[in-house]
C-alpha cells in the first residue's frame, strides 16, 4: 500500500505543528488584545520554549529538498550568533548614549549581513 509523502512528514511532525499553531495563536491574540509588543514576543517565546517549538520548526525546514539542510547549516554558523551578539551589546550601548537611530540604523545593517551571509552560503552550495 502506497503512503503519501505527506501523510508520513504529518503523522512524524504532529506536536512539532501543533506547537508552531500554538504559538502563532499567542502572536495573534495579543495582536487582537492590542498587547504590548514586546509582551507579546516574551510569551511567544516562554510558549517556544516551553514546547521546543524552534528545534522542530529547524526539523521542518530540512525537509525541503536541495535547499533546507543548506539553510540549517547557514544558521548555524558561529559566526551569525557572534555578530548578533554584538550587535546586541552595540545597541545597548549606544541607547544609554541617547543614539537611538544609531541603534535601528545598526540593528537594520547587522540584520542585512546576516541574511547576505546565509543567501551567499546558499548560492554558494547551490552552483
Not at 28 to 45: D, P
Not at 56 to 82: H, N
Not at 86 to 95: H, V
Request: net charge positive.
Amino acid at each position: 500500500m502506497y503512503i503519501p509523502q505527506i501523510a508520513i512528514i504529518w503523522a512524524n511532525s504532529r506536536r512539532t505543528l501543533a506547537a508552531l499553531l500554538a504559538t502563532g495563536l499567542v502572536i495573534v491574540v495579543g495582536m487582537i488584545f492590542r498587547l504590548e509588543g514586546r509582551l507579546v514576543a516574551a510569551i511567544a517565546t516562554v510558549v517556544g520554549l516551553l514546547t521546543s517549538v524552534f528545534s522542530g520548526l529547524i526539523g521542518l525546514i530540512v525537509l525541503v529538498p536541495w535547499v533546507g539542510p543548506l539553510v540549517m547549516k547557514a544558521l548555524a554558523i558561529p559566526f551569525l550568533w557572534i555578530m548578533n551578539g554584538l550587535g546586541y551589546f552595540a545597541a545597548i550601548f549606544l541607547m544609554h548614549r541617547g543614539h537611538s537611530r544609531s541603534v535601528v540604523d545598526s540593528r537594520l545593517l547587522t540584520y542585512m549581513l546576516l541574511i547576505g551571509i546565509v543567501v551567499g552560503y546558499i548560492i554558494g552550495k547551490l552552483i
